[in-house]
């Protein structure tokens, strides 16, 4: 079997990583141009770890552009991973390995299938999310399951400590599917279409914390807008005030030294780790 990977974030290099730690093997690889997408969050450069293990590295600004299908054809392979990449592949990218395109969800599909799914697994205040390998088809995220790794979710989650947990599952994954894969025996389910939801995208503005907020709800906000995403914020003032960390108090409970009390519905939430800036 032959393999190709297509990424430009610390993400799929982790799993490019895991697949030669293993002992497989990329036949291909494709990423953006050196000068595109740098300001991406977690953008990384292929170069030193392709050249490394003698993987052909092909620089495409697009995937669906007739470069990147002939590469992928070229290398006459079996399957193509793409995963941190924000590129939807077309219809001529799909059909170009023999056996298909494997992607992989931060959720556990059919359910937030979509965009953002690390803050709303926390947002939602689920019990537990996950990360899916499918095989990509068209439409958003709902081709045929190969595996699936199941995250409980704990009350104090944080977006940090999600997305450490979502990178190590993805690489859990690669461990697990990668014999199946190359030996061409893999088994992919279908996913169940009455259990599908899909969730939206975000965007830094949807960090804002509303005075109407209970002190749930803030806090969910706030654990699923850290870092590495743009944060919650408030408006003080002349000022905007990023929250990072904080925690719920009760009403004319004493505010520690050092917090900013952000009045809500039902209490007060205390901002305790936080940013003033022009608002």
């Known amino acids: 079997m032959r393999f190709g990977f297509v990424t430009c974030v610390q993400l799929g290099l982790s799993c490019m990583e895991e697949i030669h730690a293993i002992g497989g093997r990329l036949d291909l690889a494709l990423t953006l141009p050196d000068d595109r997408a740098r300001a991406k969050s977690g953008r990384v450069y292929l170069d030193t770890f392709c050249g490394g293990h003698g993987i052909p590295l092909v620089k495409v600004s697009h995937i669906n552009d007739a470069a990147a299908i002939a590469a992928i054809r070229d290398a006459a392979l079996d399957w193509l991973f793409i995963i941190g990449w924000s590129q939807i592949a077309g219809v001529a990218v799909l059909a170009a390995p023999r056996a298909g395109t494997l992607g992989m969800h931060p959720t556990l599909l059919p359910e937030g299938r979509g965009r953002a799914a690390i803050p709303w697994a926390i947002l939602k205040g689920l019990s537990r999310t996950g990360v899916t390998l499918f095989r990509l088809a068209p439409g958003v995220d709902t081709g045929p399951v190969a595996g699936q790794v199941i995250l409980p979710l704990a009350a104090d989650e944080t977006a940090t400590t999600l997305y450490a947990r ?102 007060v939430f205390l901002a305790l780790d936080y940013a003033r800036e022009p608002a």
């Open 166 to 267: 979502v990178g190590a599952a993805h690489r859990e994954l690669i461990r697990a599917v990668w014999p199946s894969l190359s030996a061409g025996t893999a088994v992919f389910t279908p996913q169940d279409e009455s259990q599908a939801t899909t969730w939206p995208g975000r965007t830094p503005a949807d960090g804002l914390i509303r005075p109407t907020m209970t002190v749930a709800e803030v806090d969910r906000l706030v654990r699923a807008t850290t870092h590495p995403y743009p944060g919650a914020f408030a408006e003080w003032g002349t000022e905007r005030i990023r929250v990072w960390r904080g925690a719920g108090a009760r009403p004319g409970a004493e505010t520690p030294p050092g917090a900013l009390p952000l009045p809500c519905v039902d209490g």
